[in-house]
């Protein structure tokens, strides 16, 4: 009696056990083959599995085979595009022992950038100058007998509106001795006039540079050997 109800107590537990795992022996799980990823580049399919075994690589409608060396594999095969199937199958004798199915993927290394400009930036900001003098220089062309100077009253004359340029050019105004004939025949001689002057604090408006432009390149992507890009 005792041994019919450890019989019964053990078909339970296995019923239960073959509920959970759909019915799977669990003892004989499924074989596996391991295989490296195949990109549009590979020209050999390399991985794992039992010893012994034959291993088929299907691409498009051509098998490539390779036998089993101490439970590694190496299959070669010629490079494919991108999105094509290939299905790789172990065979143990003329039985299908493992199998494996995926796509040819882009293998994407090669780094492209862009360029990329970036322009100046900044603000406007009142400055106070404080009070500063400065000097400034100017070259003249001055009578040499009288002492006049006769670039400024040249620019004098034409700021006044009393001469206009069509009126006289400057070469035609040294040449006449000015405006008045005056200097007429007189050596005309260059001299550098210095002015100097002394401003009072005021304010100004001065730009202000937060960011320099620049051009610089910044990565986008990566490229695969077929030319095909992804973003990164």
């Known amino acids: 009696m005792r041994k019919k109800r450890i019989t019964i107590g053990m078909l339970s537990m296995m019923m239960a056990v073959s509920s959970v795992f759909g019915g799977v022996n669990i003892s004989a799980a499924t074989p596996k083959i391991t295989a490296n990823q195949v990109y549009d580049s590979t020209t050999m399919i390399k991985g794992k599995v039992k010893k012994g075994t034959t291993v088929k690589v299907k691409i498009g409608k051509k098998t490539y085979r390779s036998k089993i060396k101490k439970k590694r594999y190496s299959v070669k095969i010629p490079k494919t595009k991108a999105g094509v199937k290939y299905t790789i199958k172990a065979y143990n004798g003329k039985k299908l022992y493992a199998k494996k199915a995926s796509k040819v993927k882009h293998l994407y290394k090669k ?57 006289m050019s400057y070469n035609d105004y040294l040449k006449n001795g000015g405006w008045d004939h005056s200097c007429i025949n007189h050596k005309i001689v260059k001299k550098t006039i210095e002015k100097s002057e002394q401003k009072d604090n005021e304010k100004i408006k001065m730009w202000v540079v937060d960011q320099q432009a620049s051009t610089k390149k910044e990565l986008v992507g990566y490229e695969c050997s077929c030319g095909a890009v992804k973003g990164k």
Do not use: R
């Open 111 to 167: 780094p492209v950038y862009k360029t990329v400009q970036y322009q100046e930036k900044g603000h406007w900001e009142w400055v106070d100058t404080g009070k500063f003098s400065y000097n400034m220089k100017f070259d003249c062309d001055v009578c040499d007998t009288c002492g006049k100077n006769l670039t400024k009253e040249y620019l004098a004359a034409i700021a006044a509106g009393t001469h206009t340029m069509n009126e």
